[in-house]
């Protein structure tokens, strides 16, 4: 059974070195809506098209987990996006990621924010990277993210730290030396 999903990323802010946090920096869009020039696919075999605007990915019967991955390397960020998925799909959104051998068939591994029909959307899981990076007492199951919907989706990374949030309402709040030491901001 092929599964899809439909992702639309709007912008992506690029914070500065120093803890100090301003208006002053601008959007930076990821993907234009025409096409996939600055992406690579990773991992596996699914196949990323654009139609309507959007970004959507097609897993391939008995494929690895795939990946679509900026060219650009980002750390310290503010991303925001909104995605519809298929009711069975088990996805998420990779960040400050890299892959075994800088190479397109390497693991890809390190953070990723869940895309989840199973209320766990929104917490950080670390792909290949040790499992669950959101503590378990602090991922208690909700049902902020809504099926067959459009949601939006807000992510800062910054310094150790990455906050989340599903339709504007806050999921996780995580701050993680270890991770962050080994997959750590670039850009």
Known sequence: MSRSAIVTLIAITIAAA?????????????FNG??????SQRN?????RVEDNAIVGKTSEGSPNSFLCSDKLYGDF????????DAALNS????????????????????????SLDGMAGYVYGEAAGGWLTPDA????????NDGEWNAYHIVAYGNTIQ????????SDLTHQERYESHPRRG
């Open 44 to 48: 596996g075999t699914a196949a990323y």
């Open 92 to 115: 998420g959104v990779q960040i400050r990621s890299q892959s075994v051998g800088d190479t397109p068939d390497g693991r890809v591994n390190g953070p990723q924010v869940e895309i």
């Open 138 to 145: 602090d991922r208690k199951p909700h049902q902020h993210f």
């Open 164 to 171: 989340t949030w599903i339709n504007g309402e806050p999921i």
């Open 18 to 30: 120093s803890p100090v946090r301003s208006d002053d920096y601008g959007y930076v869009d990821l």
């Open 78 to 85: 503010e991303l925001k996006f909104e995605v519809k998925v």
């Open 34 to 39: 025409k096409h996939l020039d600055g992406w």
